[in-house]
Nanobody, 123 residues
Framework: QVQLVESGGGLVQAGGSLRLSCAAS????????MGWFRQAPGKEREFVGA????????YSADSVKGRFTVSRDNALNTVYLQMNSLKAEDTAVYYC????????????????WGQGTQVTVSS
């Protein structure tokens, strides 16, 4: 069992940057792959990025490739989403999620979810 708490969301102008954090409870954080998803009003929750348990494999959605980066610090039980060159269409609630070891890109494959943090990009 792991509990996840996101932070770092807020209001930013287009072209700006934000870094989201997701803090995990528990002593086995390093055994979990972590994913980031987002959900805009009226839309399905979609994959943004993911990182495997050791941090040496990452995945990014095409829509954010080259702008967003997922990283983790297992010593701090924290995963990050660095978001650069933000666009209005990045506005959404961002969620982190956890599953065992291997990163996946579909939300159905994740077992644990945080409560989400709002990111609003003004154009």
């Amino acid at each position: 069992q792991v509990q996840l708490v996101e932070s770092g969301g807020g209001l930013v102008q287009a072209g700006g940057s934000l870094r989201l954090s997701c803090a995990a409870s528990g002593r086995t954080f390093s055994s979990y792959a972590m994913g980031w998803f987002r959900q805009a009003p009226g839309k399905e929750r979609e994959f943004v990025g993911a990182i495997n348990w050791s941090g040496n494999i990452t995945y990014s959605a095409d829509s954010v490739k080259g702008r967003f980066t997922v990283s983790r610090d297992n010593a701090l039980n924290t995963v990050y989403l660095q978001m650069n060159s933000l666009k209005a269409e990045d506005t959404a609630v961002y969620y982190c999620a956890a599953r065992s070891y291997v990163a996946r890109t579909t939300r159905e494959e994740y077992d644990y979810w945080g409560q989400g943090t709002q990111v609003t990009v003004s154009s």
